[in-house]
């Protein structure tokens, strides 16, 4: 099996950067993975991606250098295994904060006897090679999205999840449930006090702590905090900001500053 380079970075405490992709589009996708990240995330959640342009986007990402992923729209196992037989090579599960609920997560994401993963891999076949079947346990990512009070409170018991890589920081959401403003880069001691929570028990725990930015300095920042998996903003917000620059250049200003807001 198509080994997952992602989990080597990491036991190797490599940074790992990670695009984000909200428009449906293979073309955009293919162009993404051809960039230089480590990984490109096919966005099902906030993305405004349908299943069948999840796969052109997939099949985009596995023409690159890039290592596909997806983040499902939630922990419906039935939507894992559909992303997973398509060609995900990671997922990012959004609103995990019990154990049962990372339980559940990372058991859709795994085979007999380690989970309930049904079977019927299609084109993670022709990805991986006819030997995923037996080698997807080890290789496919698992990452948990921490989001509110409540996963803060089950921190723990979360990362002790078997079968869990890490934990994937929704900065936008963990915000607004603890400062009542949805601000990515916010600043407010509680967000900050949360965010080195996560990275002390990952530390602890030795798992992956990733994170979305709103910028390249912002994850260059990140990294060096700690984290292991940083999102440099998704393509929408990229776009945007290339526009505004290119045309505050054409009209002789200053380019303004990007934007905050991501997810």
Known sequence: MRKNPLKAAFCQQQPI???WLAIPSGYSAEIAGHQGYDSVTVDM?????DFASALSMLQAISATSATPLARVSNNDPAHIMRMLDAGAWGIICPMISTAQQAAQFVSACRYPPLGNRS????RALLYGG?????HANEEILTLAMIETREALDNLDSILDTNGLDGIFIGPNDL??????????ESQHPAMLAAIEHVLNRCRAHKKLAGIFCTSG?????RLTQGFHFVTPANDVMQLGAAA????????GETPPVSGSSGY
């Not at 006819?130 to 037996?134: C, T």
Request: charged share 10%.
């Open 175 to 184: 915000s607004l449930t603890l400062t009542g403003s949805a601000s990515a």
């Open 217 to 221: 300095q912002a994850a260059a920042h």
């Open 130 to 134: 006819k030997d995923y079947p037996q």
């Open 45 to 49: 959640q906030h993305g405004m991606i």
């Open 244 to 251: 505004r620059t290119a045309i505050a250049l054409t009209r």
């Open 17 to 19: 950067i990670n695009g």
């Open 119 to 122: 079977f019927g891999p299609a």
